[in-house]
């Protein structure tokens, strides 16, 4: 595609659910990663894969939440039991080199609510 | 975590002036870039500099790095109202890119 698509855009969901995040990077960009921004804030890491491996997931929170991306390329962000502090906008990001090396790619972000 | 920190969080100019942003650090880096972000949008990559390079210029934009100082500004010349957006800078550390705190500007027409 032209750019990087997060899917859904706006996620409004009660505590305790389950979600799911979808990210579509860029293709051919071999490295996708995963930020949380709250207002007014910057983004806040949370995951790096390189191919379909996650090469750093030191950013995730906690053990609810999880991110995969089987095939290399389209990822998704995984969060259970959620709560209202995980309430944010979930920022993906791809680049072609990964590694710091290259500019990141946004995408214009899923904004979830958790009332 | 954040490990960059911009300065000033705010700033409002008019159009025509100069805005001048600057970002410290903690860390060794390989190199630094600057984004912009629209409210309500992704970022968008501005600039990047690598830690052998002292500056670099991108159309009305100038970056300049002090390794030794740990700090990074970014300087927008004959600012324009839409320039008006956050701007953040971020540290390649290991694998992972780090974003600082952000600074607010805004351009009055």
């Known amino acids: 595609g032209a750019g990087v698509s997060q899917t859904p855009s706006n996620k409004v969901t009660e505590k305790g659910k389950y979600v799911e995040l979808r990210c579509d990077p860029i293709?051919?960009?071999?490295?996708l990663y995963w930020y949380r921004q709250s207002l007014g804030q910057g983004p806040e890491f949370l995951i790096y894969f390189q191919g379909t491996g996650a090469a750093d997931d030191s950013g995730l929170p906690n053990d609810r939440f999880f991110a995969v991306r089987p095939e290399g390329s389209v990822s998704t962000l995984k969060i259970q039991r959620t709560e209202r502090g995980d309430s944010a906008v979930y920022l993906c990001a791809s680049s072609s080199l990964g590694r710091g090396n290259s500019p990141l790619h946004f995408g214009n972000g899923t904004r979830l609510t958790v009332t | 975590s954040q490990q960059g920190e911009e300065d000033p969080q705010a700033l409002s100019i008019q159009e025509g002036e100069n805005a001048t942003m600057n970002c410290s650090y903690k860390?060794?880096?390989?190199?630094l870039q600057w984004y912009r972000q629209n409210s309500g949008r992704g970022l968008v990559h501005l600039i990047l500099i690598r830690s052998n390079e002292r500056e670099k210029h991108s159309g009305r934009l100038r970056v300049t790095l002090d390794t030794s100082k740990k700090s990074s500004s970014l300087l927008i010349t004959a600012s324009r109202a839409a320039d008006t957006a956050s701007y953040f800078c971020a540290m390649y550390n290991t694998d992972k890119l780090i974003f600082g705190t952000g600074t607010r500007l805004q351009v009055f027409p």
């Open positions: 293709s051919g960009h071999t490295a």
């Open positions: 860390t060794s880096i390989n190199n």
